[in-house]
């Protein structure tokens, strides 16, 4: 009895914290009060707002967002407008300045979040070659990639005026959110055109768009989320609509992706072998994705290098690759295959 009791409050309880926003005044006073430590968003949040270290997220699930700082505690909830309220109460309090200058957005890969990012972040941060650096957290298996790509939108529409250059640097599934934001067209209206692919290519990314690395990136799709998730519903549960846009549905997804317009430049992992390092992937490859499955037409420079899928996002000679690129439009250690 008292169990059912149990879960009969504790849904409430639920309804009240994620509920519609519109009523969310008390329940903001109160975390503003008691400020709640969260996990940065995984399932069910994402960046829709940088400023400093200061972020608003948004939650899939419900229309609600929240406010948390730099060490992921919430410090206000409610509408978008109520968080950004909140946030220019702490922007005059602390005397912040407008974000300027050039800012590099970090972005995470399929399962993952801005934690998986977060040695590549800091790494990025010490080099002190941008003013501002991005460390971008989308929901990567609980919504379709067209609304990452929204959140990463939202994201760069929200930084001042008075940032002159942004770059990009993603890994694994977030070259494809990055790819698909870049495309533009974000409302996919597109697709009832008489030639989508002609109103696509029309599209003008944001001006201040400087280079684009891409880290492990499936660019033709995931040859290893088609065998693995196929049409298992158990699995599918799990990935969700992302792993079937990489996998059964890439025919589909690739329509919606065009060749980025900034200069761009792929590393990619791989034994150097016709073997690599997964059976269930023909040729080779970094564990997870092919070494040919890296490839787009159009990069400036591509590389490879003998590492695998993670190994991508925590070894120092791939920062530094990054780093050539994003400030000379070129590896200039030389491409290794």
């Given at each position: 009895?008292?169990?059912y009791?149990?879960?009969?409050?504790f849904f409430?309880?639920?309804?009240?914290?994620y509920?519609?926003?519109e009523?969310?005044g008390?329940?903001?006073?109160?975390?503003e009060?008691?400020p709640?430590?969260t996990?940065?968003?995984?399932?069910f949040?994402?960046d829709v707002?940088?400023?400093?270290?200061w972020h608003?997220?948004?939650?899939i699930?419900?229309?609600?967002?929240?406010?948390?700082?730099?060490?992921?505690?919430?410090?206000?909830?409610?509408?978008?407008d109520?968080?950004k309220?909140r946030?220019?109460?702490?922007?005059?309090?602390s005397?912040?300045q407008?974000?300027?200058?050039?800012?590099?957005?970090v972005?995470?890969g399929?399962?993952s979040?801005?934690?998986?990012?977060k040695?590549?972040?800091?790494w990025?941060?010490?080099q002190k070659i941008?003013?501002h650096?991005?460390?971008?957290?989308?929901?990567?298996?609980?919504?379709p990639?067209?609304?990452?790509?929204?959140?990463?939108d939202?994201?760069v529409?929200?930084?001042?005026?008075?940032?002159?250059?942004?770059d990009f640097?993603a890994?694994?599934?977030?070259?494809?959110?990055v790819?698909?934001?870049?495309?533009?067209v974000?409302?996919?209206?597109?697709?009832?055109a008489?030639?989508?692919?002609?109103?696509?290519?029309?599209?003008?990314?944001d001006?201040?768009?400087?280079?684009?690395?891409m880290?492990g990136?499936p660019?033709?799709?995931?040859?290893?989320?088609?065998?693995?998730?196929?049409?298992?519903r158990?699995?599918?549960?799990?990935t969700g609509?992302?792993?079937?846009?990489?996998?059964?549905?890439?025919?589909?997804?690739?329509k919606k992706?065009?060749i980025?317009k900034?200069?761009?430049a792929i590393i990619?992992?791989?034994?150097g072998n016709?073997?690599g390092?997964?059976r269930?992937i023909?040729g080779?490859?970094?564990g997870?994705?092919?070494?040919e499955?890296t490839?787009?037409?159009?990069?400036?420079?591509?590389?490879l290098?003998?590492?695998?899928?993670?190994?991508?996002l925590q070894?120092?000679?791939i920062?530094?690759?990054?780093?050539?690129?994003?400030k000379k439009g070129?590896?200039?250690?030389?491409n290794?295959?």
């Amino acid at each position: 009895m008292f169990k059912y009791i149990f879960l009969i409050l504790f849904f409430v309880f639920v309804q009240v914290l994620y509920g519609q926003p519109e009523s969310s005044g008390m329940l903001r006073r109160f975390s503003e009060r008691a400020p709640v430590k969260t996990n940065g968003g995984y399932l069910f949040w994402g960046d829709v707002l940088f400023f400093h270290e200061w972020h608003i997220q948004k939650n899939i699930n419900f229309n609600s967002y929240r406010l948390i700082d730099g060490n992921a505690i919430q410090r206000a909830f409610g509408t978008f407008d109520e968080c950004k309220s909140r946030l220019d109460e702490i922007r005059n309090e602390s005397k912040l300045q407008n974000m300027s200058g050039a800012v590099l957005i970090v972005v995470h890969g399929f399962g993952s979040s801005g934690h998986r990012t977060k040695k590549l972040a800091t790494w990025f941060r010490e080099q002190k070659i941008y003013d501002h650096v991005i460390n971008f957290t989308y929901p990567s298996t609980t919504q379709p990639i067209i609304e990452h790509s929204r959140m990463l939108d939202s994201v760069v529409r929200n930084l001042s005026d008075d940032v002159r250059r942004i770059d990009f640097v993603a890994h694994s599934l977030g070259c494809i959110v990055v790819r698909r934001y870049l495309s533009g067209v974000l409302d996919d209206k597109w697709i009832a055109a008489e030639n989508p692919v002609a109103v696509r290519d029309k599209f003008t990314p944001d001006t201040r768009i400087g280079r684009f690395v891409m880290l492990g990136p499936p660019n033709h799709g995931s040859e290893l989320a088609a065998k693995l998730i196929g049409n298992n519903r158990v699995i599918r549960t799990v990935t969700g609509t992302t792993g079937d846009e990489l996998g059964l549905r890439w025919d589909e997804t690739k329509k919606k992706l065009g060749i980025p317009k900034c200069e761009f430049a792929i590393i990619a992992g791989g034994c150097g072998n016709n073997k690599g390092f997964s059976r269930l992937i023909k040729g080779d490859d970094d564990g997870v994705v092919s070494v040919e499955g890296t490839k787009l037409a159009g990069a400036a420079e591509w590389a490879l290098f003998y590492m695998d899928h993670d190994d991508l996002l925590q070894t120092e000679v791939i920062f530094e690759y990054t780093l050539d690129f994003l400030k000379k439009g070129t590896f200039k250690l030389g491409n290794r295959e």
